[in-house]
């Protein structure tokens, strides 16, 4: 925004100014009469002077609410955006009616006027309350201070009408763009209220498709080593303690990383930080090939793990597009498809890329030749040793490939996407502007760090599994190096539905019973998750390894899918902040269990991880947020019932393409107030 000084008058750009005022004067409106709904079911009995009377004091009390709310938003205006208190008096003066029920001496604002279609709706049943209280107490519409001529249609295709929905596909005044393709929730930062998974509209399904791709570049980044631990750790000479030191390290950097990822993500945005992460971890990944000693494997595999903290941008990105309603599946689905990354490092560099380049490097058509007698032994010596420099060569050449893939998501990501509904994140207006009270907030949340345990559990558990599962199967039941990373992948594909399936299980229970139906959904996937681990550990044949890897890869995933449903609800000022503390959970449990690997043997540290992952269940009964029940006890708030009523459930995830924006409709990825500035 533009300000100019002269002689102590200040002049603005007027479509600016006009845009800072609209957005207060809709977000106001929306409270005055959000709260006015919220006072219509109060009990009263039949006595006249009782019913005018609370008619009289419900209105009160919306026009005091929101007096203050209009006081705090018209400070913010003149401090932080600098236009001046005559400007936005003047505005607000011209915009607003006078109520009859209002003293003209007294302090209180007049109602605000708005046309957000979730006002209607309230102000149409408030109405036909008030018609009934008027009926009794012999009182008009007009000393009601209800106009019949005040009218105000949503211009949305969502008609405000019995059983559809009362959402809106109209932009906030400070949005870059002036209607979506998805409905949203004005009350909520223009998030979605459903998910259509076939769209890329910007800005709120290019941000869902971007969050998961990017993330899952970042993850085949970091896991783009394991499959090949064991030929590295031939090449190199490495014990198995070196070669678990290794992936120690490698998790351990995430987990620093993603501490400070939440309040970079809160003060700069998700695009901007995502793509940073891409670019650095492309550096060590691209150079891993030139790796001769355990000492710099240790420091290439520290380096590389910072990879790990594009999950938090990631799982911070889909909350800033989507209402806490339905986070849960969408943070679910972008993050499983993200982790679906290690399956698919398994196979690709395990599998695929590295027995083609060993061939490549062999020779074309090369085959051992027909030998007998003494020259026998030194011929297999001639086949081994070139067998081992191929081997030695493709594992170093196909780490480059990674590298590239992540530079060019880089690009994409900054290119075509945006930091939240509105635009850039400069627009956002919750929530501390500092990186230290950003985390300090979300720091001081006891929710904060019993979701983090929880994700200790569960991610913790999977990320040890992609680092075990090859080399377990290898050494445990005599597979090779393609055949074992073929089997681990399987854990990691389960990805494509098991997360998200218990994100969405999680959302479906808070529709019926509130957040209480999401800890049960917690507590549910963490038992059955740590049995089947514990079960994991006792199988002997191949056949019913991999029967229970897949059941159990299956509740692990639902567990870390239930866990982030339950993180937007903490503090959604700081999503950003509590998003990097649980992820770092994660990946703290990834070190501790890798520890239990590198010092056990295998099977006994499946064991005490099974019996680690039950245990947490417990902790769930801990979480308590306020306004909502908790495990066993207390009610939730009216305010969160009534939400939870107009949430959009259940067929939040749609799969049809939307349909095309009608002629003259502004619907489209062009349809931007201003050019995003990158």
Same mark, same amino acid.
């Given at each position: 925004m533009t300000v100019t000084t002269d002689d102590n008058e200040a002049s603005i750009h007027s479509s600016d100014s006009s845009r800072e005022i609209g957005d207060l004067q809709h977000v106001a409106g929306g409270q005055v009469d959000s709260t006015?709904?919220?006072?219509?079911?109060?009990?009263?009995?039949d006595d006249s002077a009782a019913l005018a009377n609370l008619s009289a004091r419900r209105r009160k009390l919306a026009r005091e609410l929101a007096a203050q709310y209009l006081e705090e938003e018209a400070q913010y205006l003149e401090e932080e955006e600098k236009i001046p208190t005559s400007l936005i008096n003047e505005r607000l003066s011209?915009?607003?009616?006078?109520?009859?029920?209002?003293?003209?001496?007294?302090?209180?604002?007049?109602?605000?006027?708005?046309?957000?279609p979730v006002t209607v709706q309230m102000k149409a049943e408030l109405k036909l309350q008030d018609d009934e209280d008027s009926k009794d107490i012999g009182t008009t519409d007009e000393e009601d201070g209800i106009d019949d001529e005040e009218k105000c249609m949503p211009s949305s295709t969502h008609e405000i009408e019995d059983g559809s929905s009362p959402f809106s596909n109209q932009a906030a005044p400070d949005s870059k763009y002036t209607t979506y393709h998805v409905a949203v929730n004005p009350h909520q930062q223009d998030r979605a209220v459903d998910i259509p998974l076939y769209s890329a509209a910007r800005p709120h399904m290019r941000g869902f498709h971007m969050a998961?791709?990017?993330?899952?570049?970042?993850?085949?980044?970091?896991?783009?080593?394991?499959?090949?631990?064991?030929?590295?750790?031939?090449?190199?000479?490495?014990?198995?303690?070196?070669?678990?030191?290794?992936?120690?390290?490698?998790?351990?950097?995430?987990?620093?990383?993603?501490?400070?990822?939440?309040?970079?993500?809160?003060?700069?945005?998700?695009?901007?930080?995502?793509?940073?992460?891409?670019?650095?971890?492309?550096?060590?990944?691209?150079?891993?090939?030139?790796?001769?000693?355990?000492?710099s494997l240790y420091v290439v595999r520290l380096l590389i793990g910072m990879a790990g903290s594009a999950f938090v941008t990631c799982q911070y990105w889909t909350s800033s597009m989507f209402t806490v309603e339905i986070a849960g599946t969408a943070n679910a689905l972008a993050a499983g498809w993200g982790n679906m990354a290690g399956g698919v490092a398994q196979i690709l560099m395990g599998t695929l890329l590295f027995p083609l380049f060993k061939i490549i490097f062999q020779g074309e058509g090369y085959s051992r030749p027909e030998v007998s007698g003494d020259d026998e032994e030194k011929d297999t010596d001639d086949v081994d040793e070139k067998n081992e420099r191929a081997a030695d060569l493709a594992w170093r050449v196909i780490l480059v490939f990674p590298a590239l893939l992540s530079i060019g998501m880089a690009w994409i990501v900054i290119r075509y996407s945006d930091d939240t509904p509105k635009g850039n994140v400069n627009r956002r207006r919750e929530g501390p502007?500092?990186?230290?009270?950003?985390?300090?907030?979300?720091?001081?949340?006891?929710n904060t760090w019993l979701l983090s345990f929880h994700y200790a559990c569960s991610f913790g558990v999977e990320i040890t599994m992609i680092q075990a599962a090859a080399l377990y199967f290898k050494e445990e039941f005599g597979q090779s190096t393609e055949a074992a990373a073929a089997i681990a992948s399987i854990f990691g594909w389960m990805n494509? #539905? !098991?997360?998200?399936?218990? *994100?969405?299980?999680?959302?479906? $229970?808070?529709?019926?019973? @509130? =957040?209480?139906?999401?800890?049960?959904?917690?507590?549910?996937?963490?038992?059955?998750?740590?049995?089947?681990?514990?079960?994991?550990?006792?199988?002997?044949?191949?056949?019913?390894?991999?029967?229970?890897?897949?059941?159990?890869?299956?509740?692990?995933?639902?567990?870390?899918?239930?866990?982030?449903?339950?993180?937007?609800?903490?503090?959604?000022?700081?999503?950003?902040?509590?998003?990097?503390?649980?992820?770092?959970?994660?990946?703290?449990?990834?070190?501790? #269990? !890798?520890?239990?690997?590198? *010092?056990?043997?295998?099977?006994? $540290?499946?064991?005490?991880? @099974? =019996?680690?992952?039950?245990?947490s269940a417990a902790w769930t009964a801990l979480i308590r947020i306020p306004g909502h029940r908790t495990l066993f006890t207390g009610e939730d708030s009216r305010l969160i019932m009534e939400n939870r009523v107009l949430a959009n459930l259940p067929g939040m995830v749609s799969f049809p393409s939307p349909p095309a924006p009608a002629p003259g409709d502004a619907m489209n990825t062009s349809n931007h107030v201003g050019q995003d500035h990158l």
């Open positions: 006015i709904a919220l006072q219509r079911n109060d009990g009263f009995d011209t915009s607003v009616t006078p109520s009859a029920t209002v003293n003209p001496a007294s302090t209180l604002v007049p109602e605000v006027q708005t046309c957000d998961w791709l990017s993330f899952f570049v970042s993850f085949f980044v970091w896991f783009a080593m394991t499959p090949l631990l064991s030929e590295i750790g031939h090449s190199l000479d490495l014990s198995r303690k070196e070669i678990w030191t290794s992936s120690v390290l490698a998790v351990s950097s995430s987990a620093v990383t993603r501490m400070f990822m939440g309040p970079l993500n809160d003060k700069y945005g998700a695009r901007w930080v995502m793509a940073t992460t891409l670019v650095v971890v492309a550096i060590p990944t691209g150079l891993a090939g030139l790796v001769n000693s355990a000492a502007t500092s990186a230290t009270s950003s985390f300090r907030k979300g720091a001081c949340s006891l494509l #539905f !098991a997360r998200g399936l218990g *994100g969405f299980l999680s959302d479906m $229970a808070n529709a019926k019973i @509130g =957040l209480r139906g999401r800890l049960i959904v917690q507590v549910v996937t963490l038992v059955l998750e740590g049995i089947l681990v514990i079960a994991f550990s006792f199988t002997d044949t191949l056949a019913s390894a991999i029967m229970v890897m897949v059941v159990f890869s299956i509740f692990v995933q639902a567990a870390e899918g239930s866990t982030f449903g339950i993180v937007p609800y903490v503090d959604s000022t700081v999503t950003g902040t509590i998003a990097g503390i649980v992820g770092a959970g994660g990946n703290i449990g990834g070190v501790g #269990f !890798a520890l239990l690997f590198r *010092g056990l043997d295998d099977r006994e $540290a499946f064991r005490w991880m @099974g =019996l680690t992952v039950v245990g």
